[in-house]
């Protein structure tokens, strides 16, 4: 007797992905070079916040989408796929896009780090979608959102004047936009056997909890990465900490108080007590003093569970959405009210003898947020509809979230 789980990718996504992967070595061969002009000072400096940020794409958002009890495998081997996958073409594009470009892409290591930011794009976004596509649909995305996050970048900084860490740090409104327009796009209801697999369990629910904790301790790192100038650094790194320990503080006490009996919700842990590392991340170099991130943070925290007590039952059964991992409250949220609070604080510091130039840069910025909003649901409508194109042969609805669709058990019966 045959399985019941059929052949998911194997017609197409060997050939698909290995003719990608020839393509991109060609790429660097003709078009890339090593930088050999000097001797690099911060090489050491680097390489650790390298390191670091590296950790919280593979580790990190690779364990914390993994709560799924019949998903874990997928989970996080999907997401060291995306990621070398991304990184690669992230460098590509990074390179052509450059202004400074003059027929070949020269590869630092901060390149590469830059690249490897980008990429953590796709790893949110697909928080949104995880268990209702199948791996050569996430190629797709993978492609696209990269392509679109990096034209938005490029168009933030050419266009609007911001700066390489602002046009960074709105890659969560745009994951979280780009991931939940893409879940609308690719939206049908869940059949009974699949509601039951949109579940945790206590084993895949500790490591979610993994990942969260290592996103937790590194998320200073990312917030810091693209600031030249060592006392913004530094206010960086103080006020993501204290941001990160008010919101973990808030998201525990707040579902203890949500539920009737006082119990503690693991996935609110999950998501709500990174939250503050989210909101800070775009004012986290202006603020001057501790208090105002650990605003931050009680704020995000409060944000974040009240969407995954809310947005789930009240706001996206409404639109037809279904955002697997929370991504709506656990990203788009915060990052949206990371970057009003950026808005406000630069419109607080500048000087109020020049009130047209205050108006004019509280325009830019509005702008620029506006522009990272609208470009992640432009293209992720784009990427929803070729999503739902046959040639991809996507999951049939009755084999959502569940890693047998993909994984060989060899301890099951002949056959799966």
Known sequence: MGSKYPQSVRGCLPLWTLALEEALILIFFFFTSYDTSSKDPKFLGTYAVFQNITVMAALGLGFLTSSLRRFGWSSVAFNLFMLALGVQWAVLLDGFLNQSFSGKVVIKLSSIQLATMSAMSVLISVGAVLGKVNLAQLVVMTLVEVTAFGTMRMVSKQVLDMNNHMS???????????????????????????????????NSSLFAMLGTLFLWMFWPSFNSALLDIPKERNNAVFNTHYALAVSAVTAISVSALAHPRGKINMVHIHNAVLAGGVAVGAPCHLILSPWLAMMLGLLAGLISIGGAKCLQVYFNPVLGIHDTCGVHYTFGLPGLLGGITYNVLMMLQASWTKIPMIIYQMLINTGALSWAVSMGVASGLLTGFLLNLKIWKGPHVAKYFDDQAYWEFPHLAAGF
């Open 168 to 202: 960074m740090m709105h890659i969560h409104v745009f994951a979280a936009y780009f991931g939940l327009t893409v879940a609308w796009c690719l939206s049908k209801p869940l059949s009974k056997e699949a509601e039951e697999k949109d579940q945790t369990a206590t």
